[in-house]
Structure formats: structure tokens, C-alpha cells
């Protein structure tokens, strides 16, 4: 099979995936219970990871912009810089790709382990639906929880840049605060929730179309695993693309 038809089959079985796991959401059973270990799994479990991510990535901004700002006398600027480049930006990827690194491959890791050993062949056997029963809690948890670690990761960012630029640059911690209050609009906020939204749906059935096709025993499971942490980091950056121009359109951020 060449690599063009096994892209469009992978395409097709993950649109589907997608529909069935979401119109298993209006009928019973729905596993609620699930669905919150999930959320416990995917959002407290992912926490200190993204908070670290965060912090640093808010340190790191500052360290290299405020010597080329105070080159030209606007080093007062640096909180906007950071607070746009966090929001908009860096957060809602950065949280993504961590995210798909612990999750994505936690998920197919499982899901391909469950196959292998007929786990998911018994579960049809007795009536109950995989993709109900597996899929569907996994998916719901990644897009409700992804946009709270995101938020997180844009604080704790900007705690992280706060900290640099005054204890490492000696600038004004309440200027600072102020031009990350004058950096932030409504538009920005809304777009840093809507692409977590998405990167968790693009996480989610990666992972969970991975898991359930693998094949070749546990050697599978590890191939499984290592193409849907690299396949959802890969469409996470191209959806990022595509989201942040609809959303200039759509929300007037960052156009001119």
C-alpha cells in the first residue's frame, strides 16, 4: 500500500472512530465513572509536567527578549511580549505536545496491549462496545482537561517570566504586571482555550486509532505506541497553522 492510500484509509478510520465514540455520548450506558479516572489520569497526573513546561518557558522568554528590548529602551514591554507569546502561542503547543508524550502513548500503549492479548475480542464477546466502553472516556477527558493545563501552563509561564525579569533584570514587578494585563485581550484568551479543545480531539484519536490496530504482538505495542505520541506531536504543529489563521479571521488575533 502505498503511502498516500494508507493516509486516506488511516483518515477515514479515525473520522469514523470519531463519529462513533461521539454519538455513543447520547445513548446508555455512558461509563461516567470512567470518564472521571480519566480526567484524574490525563489532568492531575499531566500537572506537574506542564506547570514545569510552563515556568520555564516564561523564564526562558524573558532571559533572551529583555536584553534586545532594553537595547531599545522597551524592556517595559516584556510582560506583553511574554503574555502574547504564551497565550496565543506557546502554551496551548507546548502543554499539546507534552501531553501527547504522556498520554498518547499511555493510551495506545494500553489499548494496543489489550488487543494483543484479546482483551478487546472479549469485550465484543460479551457485549459491550470498545470503542463506548475505551474510547469514548478517553477522548472526553483530553478535551475537557487539556484546556484547563494549558490555562495552568499559561500562569505558571508567566509566574516564571515575573520572577526572571526581577530578580534577574531588576525591572519593575508591577510594570510588569501591567503590560501583561495591557497584552491580553478577550480574542486572546478565547483562542488559547479553543486549540487545546482541538489538540486534545487530534491526541485523543491518534492514540486511541493507533492502539486498537495494532498488530504483531508486543513488538506492535511498541511500534503502536511510538507512531501516535510522533503522528499526534506532528498534527498538533500543522493544526496549530491552520487553527491560528481561522482564528485571525474568526477572532481578529493577531492580524493587522
Do not use: H
Not at 111 to 117: A, P, T
Not at 122 to 128: E, F, K, N, V
Not at 214 to 237: C, E, F, L, Q, R
Request: glycine share 10%; net charge neutral.
Amino acid at each position: 500500500m502505498d503511502p498516500l492510500t494508507r493516509f486516506l484509509f488511516a483518515l477515514q478510520e479515525i473520522s469514523l472512530l470519531n463519529w462513533r465514540w461521539f454519538t455513543s455520548l447520547f445513548s446508555k450506558p455512558r461509563y461516567g465513572s470512567e470518564m472521571i479516572r480519566q480526567m484524574d489520569l490525563i489532568g492531575v497526573g499531566s500537572l506537574p509536567i506542564v506547570l514545569l513546561t510552563g515556568f520555564f518557558t516564561g523564564g526562558v522568554l524573558v532571559l533572551q527578549t529583555v536584553p534586545t528590548l532594553r537595547a531599545y529602551g522597551s524592556d517595559s514591554l516584556t510582560g506583553q511580549l511574554v503574555a502574547t507569546s504564551l497565550i496565543r502561542e506557546l502554551g496551548p503547543v507546548l502543554s499539546a505536545l507534552m501531553v501527547s508524550g504522556r498520554i498518547g502513548s499511555a493510551i495506545s500503549a494500553e489499548l494496543g496491549s489489550m488487543v494483543v492479548s484479546q482483551q478487546i475480542d472479549a469485550m465484543r464477546a460479551l457485549g459491550t462496545d470498545p470503542v463506548r466502553k475505551l474510547v469514548a472516556p478517553r477522548l472526553v477527558a483530553l478535551i475537557f482537561m487539556l484546556p484547563l493545563l494549558t490555562v495552568a501552563a499559561d500562569i505558571f509561564g508567566l509566574l516564571g517570566g515575573g520572577i526572571v525579569a526581577k530578580y534577574l533584570y531588576n525591572l519593575d514587578i508591577n510594570i510588569f504586571i501591567q503590560s501583561v494585563r495591557d497584552g491580553i485581550s478577550t480574542s486572546d484568551i478565547i483562542g488559547g482555550i479553543i486549540k487545546p479543545l482541538f489538540f486534545g480531539l487530534v491526541i485523543g484519536s491518534v492514540a486511541c486509532f493507533k492502539g486498537l490496530s495494532t498488530t504483531g504482538g508486543t513488538v506492535g505495542v511498541g511500534k503502536s505506541t511510538t507512531d501516535a505520541v510522533v503522528v499526534a506531536s506532528i498534527w498538533v504543529i500543522i493544526f496549530d497553522f491552520f487553527l491560528s489563521k481561522a482564528l485571525q479571521y474568526l477572532l481578529d488575533i493577531g492580524s493587522l
